[in-house]
């Protein structure tokens, strides 16, 4: 198992247990997230992040917010499930799981008969199930994900998209770990993911720690170890994808695929279905978040930009379907992405 990002802990009521990812490497710390508010806050602040955790703590930040009012009445619930889930969908923009997880909440509360405690124990029930169904998602991933990877190849992945970013096993690194439970040496250089670092930080700790051969790089070099014929292929996540296949996903992303694509790599990026939005017609339509300045002029802790200079810092980017080799999900590989092949999966997945 590589790590517990996040679990709901006791019964009703009970409370959440997360790791603080805004700390690690330095120190594991898991934090107990017992308001609504607390929750909105770790969302904001990258304490949990990751769209499919993203997810799963928007259901439980819900649970939080509602646990307590099993003596309302139907309407009043509902009145203030609705209040709740549109106070956590503001939390951030771009992770499409944020919203998906909230309208599953929402529509478990409507579609359930009965009072106030009946329909917050449909909530429990729901935000158990969201839970469960990423470990179990995540492991069909990295079972199709792995088929991709022979023995011995080495793989180069961006941002965080392992366990830290889901339940348990990750979208984009679930092949690695399902490959390694298969007996296959896996090699991964990981790109150090500025501003955040969430290569550096967290990418290169869960590797490391679950024992596979990891390698970190700044940025400026997937270039070049490309270059040097090193990455046998990359993988990636995904924050939000359009009907068209156009993915957004961490910064640099786009960068990367279009390295893979001068050099021959294939460019593959994990996600499980519920990442896709198909209200989205193109990647143009995905919102951006855009963060605060101070996460490039003081990344390292220390100011490493003149006071007073203009910073721009778009947190995702989108990369073209063009570039994508394939979007490996729980209902198979889409190869070559398009409007067709991605409306096909979600038909397949009962999405659509
Ligand atoms: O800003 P973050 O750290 O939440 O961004 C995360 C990413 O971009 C991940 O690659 C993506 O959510 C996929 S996670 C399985």
Known sequence: MPVATILWEGGRPGHVRLIDQTRLPLECVVLDVRTVEEMFACIRRLAV?????????????????????????REDTLGRVREMAAYLA???????????????????????????????DGLFAEARAIFEEDK????RIGAVGAELLKDGCTVLT???????ATV???????????????????????????????????????????????TLIADNMAARVMFEGRIDAVLVGADRIARNGDVANKIGTYGVAVLAREHGIPFYVC???STFDARMATGAEIPIEERGAEEIAC????????????????????????LVTGIVTEVGLIEGPNPQSVEAALRRGGVL
């Open 49 to 73: 992040r990751g769209a499919p955790a993203i997810g799963v703590a928007a259901a439980f930040g819900l649970l939080l917010g509602v646990q307590h009012l099993d003596e309302r009445d």
């Open 90 to 120: 503001k939390s951030r923009p771009t992770a499409v799981n944020l919203f998906w997880a909230l309208e599953r909440m929402a529509a478990r509360a409507t579609r359930d008969y009965g009072t106030g405690a009946g329909i917050i």
């Open 136 to 139: 179990a998602i995540c492991r």
């Open 158 to 164: 961006h941002c965080n998209a392992g366990g830290l």
């Open 168 to 214: 348990d096993y990750g979208t984009a690194l679930a092949p690695v770990y399902v490959a390694k439970d298969q007996g296959k040496t896996i090699r991964v250089f990981a790109d150090e993911t500025r501003p955040l670092l969430q290569g550096a930080r967290l990418t290169a700790w869960e590797l490391h720690r679950s024992g596979i051969d990891v």
């Open 271 to 273: 996600a499980p279905l």
């Open 299 to 322: 990344g390292f802790g220390q100011r490493t930009a003149p006071e007073g200079v203009r910073i721009y810092n778009p947190a995702f980017d989108i990369t073209p379907a063009r």
